[in-house]
């Protein structure tokens, strides 16, 4: 298809000369052997489609239908049935009717309008659409898709459990754009829950007192977001550890990686302790300017009794804690700094 929309067959068939550059990042390889898909990931693992067939009816230049379907699929390490999707394109858009993709007991739901009026492509789904009901989830769909709302969930060791996802008012461009553009909104909910924790999530487990071990259930709260030029907002997000230790988040996780969220948790002094023997007391007490706190260097406020926010900066992958407004309010001004005992 050109850009102004309309379909040529010349240009599909023409005999373009491959790019000299090299590639700067190789994010995945795609095989075609005999009527099966291979999808290879760039971390060496395979995903598979067999058995796929389809159509397309050109029926004037500027409009034409068709389909694609396929005996069976491995993706995420989810067992795909049969299934197969239909199109129809006319006056610049493509129309996509709803298409039922079972997976491993879960179901995938694909409906949408493909608007090709501009030069890059807009996604619209407006009417509410359960993309996703009871999908299993891993490590690897976990990393690409869930964490790209809820970013603790990034690089974690082990993760089970189910995801339902429902979207509504969806407009968002097909190509770099959605680093910056785009809108929507919707809810995803986690069901059965289990973690194996690392980073920044094990980081926050830790701070409250609490030695996550194995894999660990969870209770992960109804997460209603927003998208909004290339972010995904959500206002309360309540994630319980093994019914015990309560996390509250809120903020937005960027389609290109960046975070700003806060979290409240009720943090153990010693642990906090712990945590900023890390960096350079000086220099964090300094930004929080308590510079005469760092002379006394090992007074920390009593903190058990009471939740405790802290800002995450960064991106999914280097996540961190601005500490210094960790700091600050929790000393009270009108306290003298050399009466603060020493609170273990």
């Known amino acids: 298809i050109n850009k102004d929309g309309e379909i040529s067959l010349i240009h599909t068939f023409s005999r373009l000369k491959p790019s000299k550059k090299p590639i700067s990042k190789l994010i995945g390889r795609i095989e075609l ?77 694909i409906a949408g309008i493909v608007d090709m009026h501009s030069a890059t492509p807009m996604l619209q789904i407006t009417r509410p659409l359960q993309l996703m009901e009871n999908i299993p989830i891993n490590v690897d769909f976990g990393n690409d898709f869930i964490s790209r709302i809820i970013a603790v969930f990034y690089n974690v060791d082990r993760l089970t459990g189910r995801v339902s996802l429902m979207v509504s008012d969806l407009l968002l461009p097909i190509g770099k754009e959605i680093l910056h553009t785009g809108k929507g909104q919707g809810r995803l909910i986690l069901k059965d829950v289990k973690v194996q924790t690392s980073g920044l999530l094990s980081e926050l487990i830790k701070l409250g007192g609490a030695v996550p071990q194995g894999l660990t259930s969870m209770k992960v709260s109804d997460l209603d977001f927003k998208i909004n030029n290339g972010k995904a907002y959500y206002d309360d997000l309540s994630i319980i550890t093994a019914n015990v230790f309560e996390m509250r988040f809120s903020g937005w996780v960027g389609f290109d ?80 700094i050399p009466s603060i005992p020493l609170l273990r």
């Open 33 to 109: 052997i005999n009527g099966t898909i291979y999808l290879h990931r760039y971390d060496g693992k395979i995903y598979r489609v067999r058995g796929i067939d389809g159509e397309f009816d050109l029926k004037i230049p500027n409009q034409a239908s068709g389909r694609i379907s396929w005996a069976s699929a491995t993706v995420y390490d989810l067992t795909i049935d049969r299934s197969e999707i239909g199109f129809r394109y006319h006056d610049k858009r493509i129309d996509i009717p709803l298409s039922v993709i079972p997976a491993s007991g879960g179901k995938f739901r």
């Open 257 to 336: 990686d960046r975070i700003d969220m806060r979290v409240s948790l009720p943090v153990i002094p010693r642990e906090l302790e712990r945590l900023l023997a890390k960096l350079s007391p000086r220099k964090v007490l300094d930004k929080a300017r308590l510079g005469m706190i760092s002379k006394v260097w090992g007074t920390v406020p009593l903190l058990g009794k009471r939740m405790t926010e802290i800002r995450i900066v960064g991106t999914r992958s280097e996540p961190r804690l601005a500490l210094p407004e960790i700091l600050k309010p929790l000393f009270k001004p009108a306290v003298p």
